[in-house]
């Protein structure tokens, strides 16, 4: 029985020389790729079809049950797994094969997307290589390319070597909480894993593929301002002062000109809610606002994120910001909260070793090298939580535009490149001897 540190070792010596032609088998996977292309896209239609925003758990258990007939058609064990219902979410699908004496994968998925059930855009539209659709790039097609690249090493008979654990998970988008709770199960795969794979999109830019070693930490702040409810005749004076409405727009421009600028640091501010009546549930991103144009506002809430490439910085600027709030207007105060989501994604010499591995076949596929993506560059994903504990390579996706917007959309012919690189991926580290 071979450890965990002794099968890394075992996986490192087995990389390939770069440059090296693909083999029989690696031909064999890639036939069965193009001679399925079509399916991949159906299953990608089925699931983009089935509306499935985060906090719409029976759209989210609806995607997972037909990933669930998809993997448990491959031989893995699958089983869905139930949150408390305090964290309100719909849970996650998990399917393992860890049978094998080769290096154990997590590959990293998720079921939900940001269009709730009331959003306008819910269709999968197809024209020609091109569809749009709510998931359609984040991740629908991610979540179908491990799918497909387990289905090709599978028919191939390349998958018995290979444990594997799937992680679905039910609430990347907006992720229950605590963490502990709604995280465990993908930290405890990613304990067991030597080698961690996310399937969030892939990126092309500037003529060229480029691989994802390293992601931003992402966090959230909730700014609470109050101020004193009076007749605006007579705002600015010294009993009424400046209202709950100016001092909100004095913190967050002060942000902007004072927070903003560090590299690889960025904050947003998402929503805001200000009047003389305001509710806003954070769990939901909704509130309600009710004021006057003759009355000065007594409240304002905003909620934003944060992200930063690592701790210090993070701790920085939380400084900074709360050092902006303290400093009120007349009859004012304000009070700024945080917490934590995602952890930071370092680049580790591990993660570039994965992605100098995925850069040789993508130029066997006649794609050319891969660069390293600039973390600035994109956001944070449920990886992040397992990249202290195992190698991971991140962005094995799609290829796509317009994310978390009514333009998201898929170059349908990334969804075979995305099965292809996968697969070879995995059977590459995968193979005992070479
Ligand atoms: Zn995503």
Excluded: C
Excluded at 80 to 109: C, N, Q, Y
Excluded at 133 to 162: H, T, W
Excluded at 263 to 278: D, K, M, P, S
């Amino acid at each position: 029985m071979l450890n965990k540190s002794t099968l890394l070792i075992y996986a490192l010596l087995a990389l390939p020389v770069y440059g090296q032609p693909l083999d029989d088998n690696e031909r064999r996977l890639i036939d069965w790729i193009d001679g399925h292309a079509e399916d991949a896209v159906a299953l990608l239609e089925e699931t983009v079809n089935i509306s499935s925003g985060t906090m719409n758990h029976a759209g989210v258990r609806a995607v997972g049950r037909v990933m669930q007939r998809e993997l448990a058609g491959i031989g893995l064990a699958t089983e869905w797994i139930e949150m408390p219902e305090t964290v309100d979410r719909a849970g996650h699908l998990f399917a393992r094969k860890e049978s094998g004496d080769g290096p154990r994968f997590l590959l990293i998925g998720h079921l939900d997307t940001v269009f709730e059930a009331d959003d306008a855009f819910q269709a999968f539209v197809r024209d020609g290589d091109r569809a749009t659709g709510p998931g359609v790039n984040d991740m629908k097609s991610g979540n179908v390319i491990i799918v497909y690249a387990l289905k090709a090493l599978e028919e191939n008979g390349l998958l018995d070597g290979i444990p594997v654990v799937v992680a679905l998970m039910g609430d990347e988008e907006k992720s229950g909480r605590p963490l502990s709770v709604s995280r465990k199960h993908l930290v405890e795969a990613g304990v067991w894993a030597d080698i961690a794979l996310g399937f969030e999109s892939a990126v092309y830019r500037d003529g060229q593929d480029w691989a994802t070693v390293a992601r931003r930490s992402s966090s959230r702040w909730i700014l609470t301002v109050e101020g004193r409810q009076a007749h605006s005749s007579g705002i600015f004076n010294e009993s009424v002062g400046a209202g709950a409405i100016f001092e909100a727009a004095r913190i967050l421009s002060r942000f902007y000109d004072e927070v903003r600028g560090e590299e690889y640091l960025t904050f947003n501010a998402g929503t805001i809610q200000g009047g003389t009546q305001v509710t806003y549930d954070p769990s939901q991103n909704r509130g309600t606002t009710f004021g006057k144009t003759n009355v000065v506002p007594n409240k304002v809430i905003v909620h934003g994120g944060l992200r930063s490439i690592s701790t210090e910085q993070l701790q920085r600027a939380r400084e900074a910001m709360r050092a902006i709030v303290a400093d009120s207007l007349p009859h004012t105060s304000a009070l700024i909260e945080f917490a934590d989501s995602y952890p930071p994604m370092p680049p580790t010499p591990g993660n570039r070793q994965l992605a100098a591995e995925l850069s040789a076949i993508n130029e066997a596929l006649g794609r050319g090298p891969m660069g390293e993506l600039d973390p600035g560059r994109r956001g944070a994903a449920d990886i992040s939580h397992v990249a202290n504990h195992t190698d991971a390579l991140a962005g094995l996706g799609g290829i796509g535009e317009g994310g978390h917007t009514p333009d998201e959309s898929l170059d349908l012919t990334s969804l075979p490149l995305g099965i292809k690189r996968a697969a070879i991926l995995m059977y590459r580290l995968g193979r005992p001897e070479d």
